[in-house]
C-alpha cells in the first residue's frame, strides 16, 4: 500500500528565512512524488514533480524538493520565504507500477510566513 | 486551456436529502478523480473514472456513486446526506494511464458541500 506522511500540520517561519516542509513516502517500488500548494478556497495547484534523475528538483514559485531514497522523504525547501507563500502544502505519491492505484496525499502542512 | 471547471460552487443540504456535484475535465484529458477534503483530514480519495468505466473506489460507503458521460464529464452523487459529508469535494483530471504516472493531475477549485 502507498503511503504519505507530513508530520508538521502547521510551520511557522520569518519572511526572508529559509523554509522545509517535510514529507515522507512508503510504496512499493520507485516512487514518483509530487508537491502540490492550496490558497484558500481554491483547489490544489501542481508545485514540483520527482520522476527519475537528479534528486534535487526545482519547481514553481523558487521551490524546490529533494528525493532522498534512503530515507524515504522528499522534502519541500525553498531559500528564502514570501509572505505569499503562506498556504497548504500537500505531499503526493504513486508507485511506478501502481495500476490503477491513485496518487495517494498527505494530510497536509500549513505554512504561515511572518512579515 | 481551459481548467477543469467544477459546478456548483457551494451547495446547501439536509441531512438525508441527495446532492450532486459535476465535473468537467481539461479537453484532451479523459480521466476524472474525486476527493474528498474533509476538515483536518487531507485529500481523501473517492473516485475514479477512466474512458467511462469506474477504475478504482476509495473507502466510502456506497451511498457515495458517480459517473462519467462519453465527453468524459463526470458527476459525483452523495444520497442520504450525513453531517459528516460536509466538506470540500475536488475533482481532478488527467491524461489516462499510463500517461498519467508520471504527470501531475489538475485540480478544479471544488464543491463546497454542507449539510445541516
Redesign the interface.
Known amino acids: 500500500a502507498q503511503s504519505v506522511a507530513q508530520p508538521e500540520d502547521q510551520v511557522n517561519v520569518a519572511e526572508g528565512n529559509p523554509l522545509t516542509v517535510k514529507c515522507t513516502y512508503s510504496v512499493s517500488g520507485n516512487p514518483y512524488l509530487f508537491w502540490y500548494v492550496q490558497y484558500p478556497n481554491r483547489g490544489l495547484q501542481f508545485l514540483l514533480k520527482y520522476i527519475t534523475g537528479d534528486n534535487l528538483v526545482k519547481g514553481s514559485y523558487g521551490f524546490e524538493a529533494e528525493f532522498n531514497k534512503s530515507q524515504t522523504s522528499f522534502h519541500l525547501k525553498k531559500p528564502s520565504a514570501l509572505v505569499s507563500d503562506s498556504a497548504l502544502y500537500f505531499c503526493a505519491v504513486r508507485a511506478l507500477n501502481s495500476g490503477n492505484t491513485p496518487l495517494v496525499f498527505g494530510k497536509g502542512t500549513r505554512l504561515s510566513v511572518i512579515a | 486551456e481551459a481548467g477543469?471547471t467544477q459546478s456548483p460552487t457551494h451547495l446547501i443540504k439536509t441531512r438525508g436529502q441527495q446532492a450532486t456535484l459535476r465535473c468537467s475535465p481539461i479537453s484532451g484529458h479523459t480521466s476524472v478523480?474525486w476527493?474528498q477534503q474533509a476538515l483536518?483530514?487531507?485529500?481523501q480519495?473517492l473516485l475514479?473514472y477512466d474512458e467511462g468505466e469506474e477504475?478504482?473506489r476509495?473507502n466510502f460507503p456506497p451511498r457515495f456513486s458517480g459517473r462519467q458521460f462519453p465527453n468524459y464529464s463526470s458527476e459525483l452523487n452523495v444520497n442520504a446526506l450525513e453531517l459528516e459529508d460536509s466538506a470540500l469535494y475536488?475533482c481532478?483530471s488527467s491524461l489516462p494511464?499510463p500517461r498519467d504516472?508520471?504527470s501531475?493531475?489538475?485540480?478544479?477549485?471544488?464543491t463546497?458541500l454542507t449539510v445541516t
Not at chain 2, 483536518?40 to 485529500?43: D, E, H, N, P
Not at chain 2, 501531475?104 to 471544488?110: A, E, K, Q, S
Open positions: 477543469v478523480y476527493y483536518g483530514l487531507g485529500l480519495f475514479w477504475r478504482n476509495g475536488l481532478a494511464r504516472l508520471n501531475p493531475l489538475h485540480f478544479g477549485n471544488g463546497r
